[in-house]
């Protein structure tokens, strides 16, 4: 059973739009919810996390909106660029280490 | 440069050739990990260990083995690869305190015939 639905699977964004991913998760004693992002050939990295004591956390263009009462997070990335285009996951769990994966979104951002 | 080591970073073999990935982190890190990386599955955890000679099976443990005799490796052995193994591998690490933050190893992308 997929403890964490992420959508959608693949997503095209104009240069300079925003880019929105989503998840969703059942189990309400998850409280670290990260973003991994992946490049062709490298392995994931974070890219920003939050815990469900605040609703949104923003670093640069990128920000995770946290809705803790409809078990839901989306990253939103503002101004996207080529750069950003990678693969991202998002992630839950008890922890930093012991996370449950969404399926993964493939970004790609056309110049 | 703190990160995890993975070897090796292709592979072709053929069903029932025992193969071992090696996988090493210079971060003194007590968690330890390996996922596989397959289109539409996303990442799924093979195996997990939280210390030196403890080791638990994650989500799809089946025809893998993995050991951990010292703090920094953590290798994972496929005793008899069959085709349904051919994927993407990730090793990655944490420690128990402080951030938690995963950290990946490059991956290893394996092919068996």
């Known amino acids: 059973q997929q403890q964490v639905k992420q959508s959608p699977q693949s997503l095209i964004v104009q240069k300079g739009g925003i880019s929105i991913i989503n998840c969703a998760y059942e189990?309400?004693?998850?409280?670290?919810f990260p973003w991994y992002q992946q490049f062709p050939g490298k392995g994931p990295a974070l890219l920003i996390a939050?815990?469900?004591?605040?609703s949104e956390k923003k670093e640069g263009r990128f920000t995770i909106s946290f809705n803790k009462s409809a078990k839901q997070f989306s990253l939103h990335i503002m101004d996207s660029q080529p750069g950003d285009s990678a693969t991202y996951f998002c992630?839950?769990?008890?922890?930093?280490?012991?996370?449950?994966f969404g399926k993964g979104t493939s970004l790609l951002v056309t110049p | 440069e703190a990160q995890v080591t993975q070897n090796p970073r292709y592979l072709i073999t053929v069903t029932g050739k025992k193969l071992t990935v090696t996988c090493s982190q210079n971060?003194?890190?007590?968690?330890m990990s390996w996922y596989r990386q397959d289109p539409g599955l996303g990442l799924r955890q093979i195996y997990y260990?939280?210390?030196?000679?403890?080791?638990d099976k994650g989500d799809v443990p089946e025809g893998y083995k993995v050991s951990r005799k010292e703090k920094r490796n953590f290798p994972l052995i496929l005793e008899s690869p069959s085709p349904n193994q051919t994927s993407l591998y990730f090793c990655?690490?944490?420690?128990?305190?402080?951030?938690?933050?995963?950290?990946f190893g490059a991956g290893s992308r394996l092919t068996v015939l």
């Open positions: 189990n309400t004693a998850f409280d670290y």
């Open positions: 260990s939280m210390n030196v000679e403890v080791t």
């Open positions: 939050i815990r469900p004591d605040v």
């Open positions: 990655a690490s944490s420690s128990l305190s402080g951030a938690n933050v995963l950290t």
């Open positions: 971060m003194n890190h007590e968690y």
């Open positions: 992630a839950a769990g008890a922890s930093g280490y012991a996370l449950n």
